[in-house]
């Protein structure tokens, strides 16, 4: 039994690359309501992803693409994406997101954030 | 034996408070993973490795220990095959302590049909348990092979309305599956079991960011049950369990936690217990692991809604 537990410890202390992104948190935050159109939406991701093939997106609650397309990791903190927004109307948007780690894993997701002022 | 529980546990308890954030892998479906549990198997073919589960009855009257492992590999494209053993440890009271291999168990899976933008999933499949391939000094010792065809089935909530999106985080999975043996005597059951997940990394990612902080925001809380009903003409009653418990994703394993509670005297005498941890073979090894072997597969693993 102590190889089995010495080999659980070990696995789960190892520091290896590991295999996929997801969100960690957002900005403007996942579910939440702000009163002033952001210029640009955050996501910061669990682990790095790749510049060229990870996207975010926002459409407005039309389905109509709404963001800038000009989607970029930050050089400095590749866990990072933001894309920017013309000044958003009030209503409820959608980001989607598509992100592809160093090792080619893709994932997705999506959430929505509402823009209360004008 | 009581002394490697504790170690477990604690080892358990070090890396759930130390480990940063999580990372998950497999068993994704739209927005939705559904993570291995340890008593309803998960509706994905996709490889795993559950090392070790251990399961701990202290007031049954055999003082049951079982050590379980667990290995599957995704051989072609939604289609897995799976290798499984538990070691047991008996210590009647007032008898002697008995220890062996229940008989190997080997299945097979395949993802039917998904619908991602629903996270629904069913998958079909079929246990087969070797008879005469366990240790003969066990109670539970058989020489005949059982064959269980089952159905697997995943479904998350997602498509609740606004006023209800705190319940999005919701899924449920399922297995019913047939007991069929080679030994004509032995009695067929019926084998159904599922789980209630409530996921709190769906709720921060995907309904609203609570602010909860690590590692509660990693925790997956659950009731599992796992019943057995036999078909025979005297046959007797259900039996099996309910299992509340906790379940935490972590970057490179999942620990799960459950407290086992018999529904009537046959199935067990008092409250007991498991804890299993799920090694993400994936994500420790990603070239290696993550991939059918014949094939190419880029939903199980990677992408999930492809919205």
Known sequence: MRPFLTILFTLASLSLAHAHAFLDHADPKVGSTVVHSPSVVKIWFTMEVQSTLTKIQVFDAAGHEVDKNDATVDPANKVLMAVSVPKLPSGMYKVIWHAVCPWGHHTTGDFTFNVAGP | ?307
């Open chain 2, 1 to 307: 034996m009581k002394k490697i529980i504790q170690a477990a546990a604690l080892i358990c308890a070090t890396v759930v408070l130390t480990a940063p954030a999580s990372l998950r892998a497999h068993g994704l479906e739209g927005d939705r993973f559904f993570p291995p549990t340890p008593l309803t198997d998960d509706p994905f073919a996709v490889d795993e490795l559950s090392l070790p589960e251990v399961e701990y009855n202290p007031a049954s009257a055999s003082h049951e220990v079982d050590i379980t492992g667990s290995f599957t590999k995704e051989i072609f494209p939604k289609f897995a095959l799976s290798i499984q053993d538990t070691y047991i440890n008996l210590n009647p009271k007032g008898g002697p302590a008995q220890d062996g291999w229940s008989p190997l168990d080997f299945s097979a899976k395949y993802q039917l049909w998904e619908v991602p933008e629903h996270e629904f999933i069913l998958s079909i499949g079929s246990d087969f348990t070797l008879g005469g391939t366990g240790s003969k000094a066990l109670p539970s010792y058989q020489y005949y092979t059982t064959y269980t065809p089952s159905l697997y089935l995943g479904k998350g909530f997602n498509e609740l309305p606004d006023s209800l999106k705190f319940f999005r985080p919701l899924a449920i999975t399922t297995v019913t599956g047939y007991d069929l043996f080679s030994n004509a005597a032995a009695s067929n059951a019926l084998e159904w079991s599922g789980s209630l997940q409530y996921s709190i990394p769906y709720l921060q990612e995907h309904v609203e960011d609570a602010g909860i902080p690590r590692p509660f925001r990693d925790m997956i809380p659950l009731v599992e049950f796992q019943m057995t009903t036999p078909t025979n003409k005297d046959a007797v009653p259900t039996t099996g369990t309910i299992n509340p418990g906790i379940l935490w994703e972590g970057k490179y394993c999942q620990i799960s936690a459950e407290v086992s509670i018999p529904i009537n005297s046959r199935s067990g005498p008092a409250v007991g217990g498991l804890i299993q941890v799920q090694i993400f073979i994936d994500d420790l090894f990603p070239k290696v692991f993550g991939h059918p072997i014949f094939g190419s597969d880029d939903n199980n693993n990677d992408s999930n809604s492809g919205k």
